[in-house]
């Protein structure tokens, strides 16, 4: 079987084929049903006409099955349109309804609906222009990943979804038990976590960061790719508790080489979208962000800019008064710095680094004045962060102080310690939010419109 997209970019008028799909219109004129087609395949639906005249008894009855939602297979001719808006249209012969959608209950008409409505409806809203346009972007994205890394010799490497530590020292971790808990409180006993599945704490990963490390230090350039874990309480059109993270990681790397890596893997996933989902693209610069295909190809030919953290509060203090948040040394950039920095200050992607090491996490490379560490954030327009990384603290004592500082207790890090007892290296990494890019590229203002079924505070349905 052919699908649309291959019928439509390949096939040629006179061909007799079937096609597959849902219905997504039905137009009746006094001579003829007009059935717009779609499967997914791509952006574009086939058209399929009905000459009322010559269509029987059969088929005259399965087609008043046919409405919105249905799953039917159309056989016919291929044609050249005679109407403006599509080349070519199935003149059809043959008609199988597999699944009608009763019009009276289906929730998906042809009418806009607000993604608000369309999120209690996770389970039919890939049947949606905006959703399936969004599908398709995130498997050509996901492609894309693949193809950057694997072009340039790192090795895909699974890092594991439960763990026991806490890579980022934040303690949004969602905890993993099988003990039963109401039972214990029953009883008034103290939970004794020795008893418990792994016989200690287990969580979902917040990152494969440190697990990743352990490869990069025997295969040099690696990079995992996975659903990562976070139980904060942000109900934000930019977080999710659930998220895809993509974590490279390069031996004997430094911080400038970390971030041409970033810049050059921002670019190649703009110019990867702008090859391969063109018509996809185009509908959400129409209808969801005006300019957005301008703008993703004028990012893929910029240089990203660069500031220190220093220097991106001192522009900051110069506008304190339009910020809500009060920016000052030490503190931790807001949503609001973030895109002004971005949008106002250098208009396209900034990368800030060299953070106050008390705003970030433990394992980042202290720098000699003692205060900062060699962190890098990456910031894009109406984004704000995209990226966090930065070059890892690769000396052992070092490295124990800023665990000691930050309240770790060492021992549960001992494999990570070992990594800078036995020939350690300078290395670096950074990890890209999959939804945030996702947000990047489609123009898609909520980011739980860029995952199949979003999980939030409160929400975890479907
Ligand atoms: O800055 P983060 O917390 O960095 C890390 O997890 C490092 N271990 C990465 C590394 O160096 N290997 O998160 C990295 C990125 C952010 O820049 C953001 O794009 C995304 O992950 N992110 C989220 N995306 C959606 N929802 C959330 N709650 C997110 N938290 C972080
Ligand atoms: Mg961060």
């Known amino acids: 079987m052919q ?10 008028p006179g061909a007799s084929i079937t ?6 219109t039905r137009r009746d004129t006094k001579n003829a049903v007009f059935v717009e087609l779609n499967d997914g395949s791509c952006f574009n639906g086939l058209q399929c006409v009905f000459d009322a005249a010559s269509l029987d ?7 008043a099955q046919v409405s919105t939602g249905a799953a039917v297979a159309v056989a016919g001719v291929l044609v050249e349109s005679p109407a403006a808006g599509q080349p070519v249209e199935l003149k059809a012969s043959g008609l199988t309804v597999y699944g009608p959608s009763p019009a009276d209950s289906y929730p998906l008409q042809k009418k806009a609906h607000s993604f608000e409505f369309l999120r209690e409806i996770a389970h039919l809203r890939p049947r949606t222009n905006s959703f399936g346009a969004v599908a398709r972007v995130r498997n050509q994205m996901a492609f894309a990943v693949h193809s950057f890394f694997q072009e340039r010799g790192f090795q895909y490497v699974h890092t594991p979804i439960i763990t026991a530590s806490d890579c980022e020292g934040a303690g949004e971790m969602f905890q993993v038990t099988t003990l039963d808990l109401d039972a214990i409180a029953k009883r008034g006993e103290p939970v004794d976590w020795t008893k418990d599945f792994f016989g200690k704490r287990a969580y979902l990963s917040v990152s494969g960061q440190l697990n990743v490390e352990t490869y990069c230090m025997a295969l040099g350039r690696v990079y995992t790719f996975g659903p990562t874990f976070r139980a904060e309480n942000s109900n934000t059109p930019r977080h999710l508790s659930e998220f895809w993270m993509i974590e ?4 004997f790397a430094e911080l400038p080489e970390n971030m041409d890596l970033a810049e050059a893997f921002i670019k190649h996933l703009l110019s990867w979208a702008l090859e391969r989902c063109g018509d996809d693209l185009a509908f959400f610069d129409k209808r969801i962000q005006p300019g957005l295909i301008a703008m993703l190809d004028s990012v893929r030919s910029s240089t ?3 500031m220190s953290y220093t220097d991106a509060v001192k522009e900051l203090e110069a506008r304190k008064d339009d910020f809500e948040f009060k920016p000052f040394w030490g503190c931790d950039l807001q949503t609001e710095h973030e895109r002004y920095l971005t949008e106002t200050v250098v208009k396209g992607p900034l990368i800030v680094t060299d953070y106050p090491r008390d705003l970030k996490a433990f394992y980042m490379r202290r720098n000699d004045d003692g205060e900062t560490v060699r962190a890098m954030d990456v910031l894009v327009p109406r984004i704000g962060e995209i990226i966090g990384g930065s070059e890892r603290e690769y000396r052992h004592d070092v490295l124990l102080d800023a665990m ?17 007892r036995y020939g350690s290296a300078p290395h670096s990494g950074f990890g890209l939010g999959f939804e945030r890019l996702m947000r990047y590229v489609t123009g898609m203002e909520n980011i739980r419109d860029v995952i199949p079924f979003p999980r939030a505070p409160k929400q975890a349905d479907f």
Not at 248 to 251: D, G, L, Q, S, V
């Open 404 to 420: 000691k500082d930050k309240h770790l207790d060492p021992a549960s890090y001992w494999w990570y310690l070992d990594l800078r």
């Open 57 to 63: 008894d059969a088929a005259r009855a399965s087609l």
């Open 304 to 306: 990203f800019a660069h």
């Open 248 to 251: 490279p990681e390069m031996a």
């Open 3 to 12: 699908d649309i997209r291959s019928v439509l970019r390949d096939t040629k």
């Open 19 to 24: 096609a597959k799909g849902w219905v997504r």
